[in-house]
């Protein structure tokens, strides 16, 4: 399967612990993008980077969250000191570079914060 | 920052009625429009996309999409479903302009469910 990965595929975690997840992207995309999505709700974007630059962040990337994608492949989204309502499926997608091009999701990380 | 908004969150219908949901935007510039679809226990999956050119978009399955401009609309179709298009429909925006080029903006979604 060439199709975006991500690891892992459910987390459940205590209050107050740090988490990474992992997106592994379709691999001639340069473009990679992390979306948050809740309950009834649709994604809602976090960042992108395009190679190893992050381009953008969202103003919901609180200082807690910080991405990485360190040599322009992969990618590590760390939530530090979790809370409740980090709860969500964290979503990752990638694309070529330009404008008509899609973006490809993955299957998402399911997190749990008890 | 640019806002979307489906209209119906869960819409039931029989195999083969015709279908439509509804998807409004807010901003008013150069847009890319989107459908995705989410089979139940499937990723997102993209449908349909509108870029230039001709308003009517015909995607997989077939569904296609009509960008009426002037409304800031982008009503997803199909003039008979079946029983496998249940699943999560979302529409999404991306803007043509400056730094938010990359990012998608989502409706929060349509659950389909379609009785055989």
């Known amino acids: 399967d060439t199709g975006v990965s991500q690891d892992p595929r459910h987390k459940i975690t205590k209050r107050g612990q740090n988490v990474t997840f992992r997106c592994d992207p379709i691999s001639e995309h340069n473009r990679l993008y992390w979306y948050r999505q809740t309950l009834g709700q649709g994604p809602e974007f976090l960042t992108y980077f395009q190679n190893e630059a992050q381009l953008e962040k969202s103003r919901l990337l609180s200082d807690r969250f910080s991405a990485e994608r360190p040599k322009g492949s992969f990618s590590t989204l760390e939530i530090q000191r979790t809370e409740q309502g980090d709860s969500a499926m964290y979503l990752c997608?990638?694309?070529?570079?330009?404008?008509?091009?899609?973006?490809?999701f993955g299957p998402g990380t399911r997190l749990t914060v008890l | 920052a640019q806002s979307v908004s489906q209209h119906n969150h869960h819409v039931i219908l029989s195999e083969a009625a015709s279908l439509e949901l509804g998807c409004n935007y807010s901003?008013?510039?150069?847009?890319?429009l989107f459908w995705y679809v989410q089979y139940p226990g499937q990723h997102l999956q993209l449908l349909l996309k509108?870029?230039?050119?001709?308003?009517l978009v015909k995607g997989i399955k077939g569904f296609e999409a009509e960008f009426i401009k002037s409304k800031f609309s982008f009503n997803l179709r199909k003039p008979s479903v079946q029983w496998s298009d249940t699943a999560e429909y979302f529409c999404a925006v991306k803007s043509g302009r400056g730094s938010t080029l990359g990012r998608l903006y989502f409706g929060r979604g349509t659950q389909l469910t379609v009785w055989p």
């Open positions: 509108y870029f230039s050119g001709d308003p």
């Open positions: 997608a990638s694309s070529l570079a330009g404008v008509v091009n899609e973006q490809f």
């Open positions: 901003y008013g510039g150069t847009v890319n």
